[in-house]
Nanobody
Framework: QVQLVESGGGLVQAGGSLRLSCAAA????????MGWFRQAPGKEREFVAGIGWRGTTLYADSVKGRFIISRDNAKNTVFLQMNILEPEDTAVYYCAADTSEFIIKTIVAAYNYWGQGTQVTVSS
């Protein structure tokens, strides 16, 4: 069983920055693929960024160059640094863990553990 707890969401003006954190409880965190997804009202949950256990990263085109995903295996934590935020980034952001694969996947079904989500609101 893996428990994930996100933090760091909030309200920010367009052009600003936020840093999300996701603390994981699990003995083999350093072997997990970790991902960030987001879901805006009325829309499907979508992939934002993922990081492999060796630090390989993958980003959605919409956030490439603005967001940075990183992990601290010693602290069982994954981060999402979000810069140059846009109103279109407004959504609930979810942390997710894929404990069974070695390749970063972009589909929701590939991840078997999820956090409760944290709201990010970007005002124009």
């Amino acid at each position: 069983q893996v428990q994930l707890v996100e933090s760091g969401g909030g309200l920010v003006q367009a052009g600003g920055s936020l840093r999300l954190s996701c603390a994981a409880a699990g003995r083999t965190f350093n072997r997990y693929i970790m991902g960030w997804f987001r879901q805006a009202p009325g829309k499907e949950r979508e992939f934002v960024a993922g990081i492999g256990w060796r630090g390989t990263t993958l980003y959605a085109d919409s956030v490439k160059g603005r967001f940075i995903i990183s992990r601290d295996n010693a602290k069982n934590t994954v981060f999402l640094q979000m810069n140059i935020l846009e109103p279109e980034d407004t959504a609930v952001y979810y942390c997710a863990a894929d404990t069974s694969e070695f390749i970063i996947k972009t589909i929701v079904a590939a991840y078997n553990y999820w956090g409760q989500g944290t709201q990010v609101t970007v005002s124009s």
